[in-house]
């Protein structure tokens, strides 16, 4: 079946520590996408990527980094210069077309402490 | 600029009582999508609806159906005889084409709505 995966669901991390989140799709879109979700503040765009070796920031960039080696492949790293990083993150995936839905990988939850 | 607005945070229900969800969007675009997602306590975002900015038609899929009104700049969603299972957030999406080339479509959510059917 095709479709996005995030792992782990859960991580807990110390502050101060970078952690990366992964995220990977068989759907063959073109397009990935990172979102953080905060409690009463919906879905804000960190990163996305239309293309490999290329991506751009989004809202909510500093403290994050991001790489696209890979088509399938569009990794998040949370730096240790993110404030406030415990949040639910969300990757997604689109076809590169105009209309196209973006398709959503299960989350992974970031406590950091 | 281009923004959702769902001004209604949280809503209860009993079950098999209608609600209706509000979407009220903003764009200088004339062309543009609007999409409804449904999060339930797993976390994960599940598609609903695609609309496209040319297509007023209401549609109508089960117990849920979608009001698209392009002189008030709404796309509310309607869950008739709701159920617990429909106990969730949903969010409501605009799409744009990209202004600059390779950007890619542009996506703005709202806030959310929570959802609580009570059985």
């Known amino acids: 079946d095709g479709g996005i995966t995030q792992s782990p669901k859960y991580l807990f991390r110390k502050e101060g520590q970078n952690v990366t989140l992964s995220c990977e799709q068989n759907?063959?879109?073109?397009?990935m996408y990172w979102y953080r979700q905060d409690p009463g503040q919906g879905l804000r765009l960190i990163y996305y990527s239309q293309i490999v070796n290329d991506f751009q920031k989004g809202d909510i960039a500093e403290g994050y980094s991001v790489s696209r080696e890979k088509k399938e492949s569009f990794p998040l790293t949370v730096t240790s210069a993110q404030k406030n990083p415990t949040a639910f993150y969300l990757c997604a995936s689109s076809r590169y077309l105009a209309g196209g839905n973006l398709d959503f990988g299960p989350g992974t939850r970031l406590t950091v402490t | 600029a281009q923004k959702v607005t769902q001004a209604q945070t949280e809503i209860s229900v009993v079950e098999k009582e209608d609600v209706t969800l509000d979407c009220v969007y903003e764009?200088?675009?004339?062309?543009?999508?609007l999409f409804w997602y449904k999060q339930p306590p797993s976390g994960e975002l599940v598609f609903l609806i695609r609309r496209n900015s040319f297509d007023e038609q209401n549609e109508i899929s089960g117990r849920y159906s979608w009001n698209f009104q392009k002189s008030t700049s709404s796309f509310n969603f309607t869950i008739t005889a709701s159920q617990v299972v429909d106990s969730a957030v949903y969010f409501c999406a605009l799409s744009v084409l990209p202004s600059i080339s390779n950007t890619g479509n542009q996506f703005y959510f709202g806030t959310g709505t929570s959802l609580t059917v009570i059985p």
């Open positions: 759907l063959n879109h073109d397009a």
């Open positions: 764009t200088r675009d004339t062309t543009y999508y």
